[in-house]
């Protein structure tokens, strides 16, 4: 009887945690998604996290120290945040911050609430155009707003609280649940971590058409981004699509966030400093 009411319970927190953490936007996202752990929780977790990686930094003498990409990675973002309403309005009263870290990673975030990364060395070894970075930003910033990390999180959780219950049910021993993790892996988790980085890229591409920057940017970043990444696994072991799948994604939703760019481009949208300077 207890593994039934087990079921009856997983069933239930299931359908209880569908929901959708934006609206559609232009480009039409509407794909449900299991949000079992309430926002405040990640966001306190990611915060913590990030204001420790800003400590790390502050400590090496690394955050911050390159002005002028600092100044330049803030402007774009003061134009990409007002657009983040079409998405979710609550996102413009978040409590967006922007540093730079000198450090020679090609990457870069958005954490929970808003909180954004880069690494000097996406900028400066990839050689980016302002259009780029804010394919970059735009991409990261989706993210946040979609809440992916709370999404895994839960997914994270749900799959613990299923293994241990299916363990009961059949008396599996660890070797066949190593099997059934790994297999759960790769046809559930990655294909999800999949679907999320290309959920990212095209609310990015909305995000930065509507701010006046080229869609089009996205595709030469992506470019640069495969040839400084050869060496990248199989899509089907990787949580990221392959550079050349994200390209023709990609490409394929352009005729829906040029006219976008176009509007914006004739009448520019208005600019707020929301990230604090320091």
Not at 14 to 43: D, H, W, Y
Not at 67 to 74: G, S
Request: proline share 5%; net charge positive.
């Amino acid at each position: 009887m207890r593994w039934r009411n087990g079921l009856i319970v997983s069933a239930l927190l299931v359908l209880t945690a569908c929901s959708s953490s934006t609206q559609e936007g232009a480009i039409g996202i509407q794909r449900k998604q299991f949000l079992l752990l309430p926002t405040e929780q990640v966001n306190a977790m990611a915060l913590q996290s990030y204001r420790g990686e800003l400590s790390t930094a502050k400590q090496k003498g690394s955050l911050n120290t390159d002005r002028a990409n600092l100044e330049r990675i803030r402007k774009i973002a003061d134009r990409l945040i007002p657009q983040t309403a079409i998405f979710r309005p609550d996102a413009l009263a978040w409590s967006w911050e922007v540093n730079l870290e000198t450090r020679n990673d090609l990457n870069a975030y958005c954490a929970p609430g808003g909180k954004i990364m880069f690494f000097t060395g996406i900028i400066n070894n990839l050689k980016l155009s302002d259009d780029e970075i804010a394919a970059i930003m735009g991409h990261e910033m989706a993210h946040a707003l979609r809440e992916h990390g709370r999404e895994r999180i839960s997914q994270a959780y749900a799959e613990q609280a299923g293994m241990s219950l299916l363990a009961a049910l059949t008396n599996m021993n660890s070797q066949q649940a190593a099997v059934l993790q790994t297999a759960t892996t790769l046809g559930l988790t990655l294909p999800h971590g999949r679907g999320q980085e290309s959920e990212a890229d095209v609310i990015g591409l909305e995000l930065l058409a509507r701010a006046g920057y080229d869609p089009r940017a996205s595709i030469s970043l992506w470019q640069k981004m495969a040839a400084a990444n050869k060496s990248a696994p199989p899509a089907f072991l990787s949580t990221h699509p392959s550079s050349s799948q994200r390209i023709n994604e990609l490409q394929a939703k352009m005729a829906k966030v040029m006219p976008l760019y176009e509007a914006a481009k004739r009448n520019p949208p208005p600019v707020r400093a929301i990230v604090p300077r320091s």
